[in-house]
């Protein structure tokens, strides 16, 4: 796999003092990556375990080791970077996911080899389908990805749902 730089993503987190007044906790840049491909680059930004979650503590929620998905019942944000090439593969995950596209320009695939294309600005709402990301052109693209927990939890399950309605 090639090696490339880290992308670099500010983070700044705030918290309460010993008198309750708003304060920055965190401010640097993040550091919590993953390179699923060499063209693909995920990074941390904060999860949380439950919906309504909670605002005080001291864990950093964005130095947590999580797989694709948030955990169970909560959420999961990462600044995506697709490199130019990315021919990208059709997966889903149970959740409902907040994609924002923050710069350069990607192609959503979905099951019947439809593209969308997303530029700066465009916001997709992913409700558990499957869909791929395809940069074709010739600057890196970055997306900010919430992924809130969601059902269904099993194979099976979708086609029952969307045959109900």
Request: proline share 5%.
């Amino acid at each position: 796999m090639t090696q490339r730089a880290s992308p670099k993503f500010r983070r700044v987190v705030t918290t309460h003092d010993a008198d309750g007044k708003a304060v920055v906790w965190i401010d640097g840049d993040a550091s919590n990556h993953k390179f699923p491909s060499d063209k693909i680059s995920s990074t941390l930004m904060w999860s949380t375990e439950a919906t309504p979650t909670q605002i005080f503590g001291d864990a950093d929620e964005g130095a947590r080791i999580l797989g694709s998905s948030p955990p169970a019942g909560g959420s999961r944000f990462t600044m995506m970077e697709f490199q130019p090439g990315n021919q990208g593969h059709l997966h889903r995950t149970d959740t409902v996911d907040y994609v924002i596209c923050i710069a350069g320009e990607i192609d959503m695939e979905l099951d019947d080899a439809r593209c969308v294309t997303l530029r700066a600005g465009d916001v997709v709402i992913q409700r558990g389908t499957n869909h791929a990301w395809i940069n074709r052109g010739n600057k890196p693209c970055r997306l900010a990805v919430v992924l809130i927990d969601a059902t269904p939890k099993r194979e099976g399950s979708i086609s029952g749902l969307v045959s109900a309605r």
